[in-house]
């Protein structure tokens, strides 16, 4: 995979899918019924769903940057731990922000995209001390 370029695709996204969530879904929210303590809930889940995504994104392009020095196989399990864990953890709480309540059971299996990027993140420091382990320069 090439993690720089999926580092920007998603970065792009996140930041298209919060510019949504600052100016449609309020109207959006608003237009569906909900009063203004439900819109501030749903538009709050929606961007912890959007910083999350950029977080990703950014760690992405961090495995992609390493990944030219020093091809890594742990750091290519990060980038994909990553990947998949902000698009479970983010797209699921757009999915909360947007849906109807009959599907807030979606909050359930969040926190296992949060995981998985906790993995990434581990995963780039266990590459970063085999690195290091190894001998290879870290400036």
Do not use: K
Not at 13 to 40: K, R, S, V, W
Not at 54 to 70: F, H, I, P, W
Not at 97 to 116: E, K, Q, T, Y
């Amino acid at each position: 995979m090439n993690w720089i370029a999926a580092a920007g695709v998603w970065g792009a996204l996140g930041i298209a899918i919060g510019a949504f969530g600052a100016h449609g879904l309020p109207a959006y929210l608003e237009a569906n019924g909900y009063d203004a303590a439900a819109i501030a809930q749903r538009l709050d889940t929606f961007n912890t769903g959007a910083q999350y995504q950029m977080y990703a994104a950014l760690a992405m392009l961090g495995v992609g940057v390493a990944r030219l020095s020093v091809p890594s196989n742990l750091l290519g399990a990060a980038g994909w731990a990553l990947l998949a864990g902000s698009l479970v953890f983010s797209g699921l709480l757009y999915a909360i922000a947007l849906l109807s309540d009959d599907f807030r059971w979606l909050g359930a299996i969040v926190p296992i995209g949060g995981l998985s990027m906790i993995a990434g993140w581990v995963l780039i420091a266990v590459a970063g001390f085999a690195r290091r382990r190894l001998g290879v320069s870290q400036d």
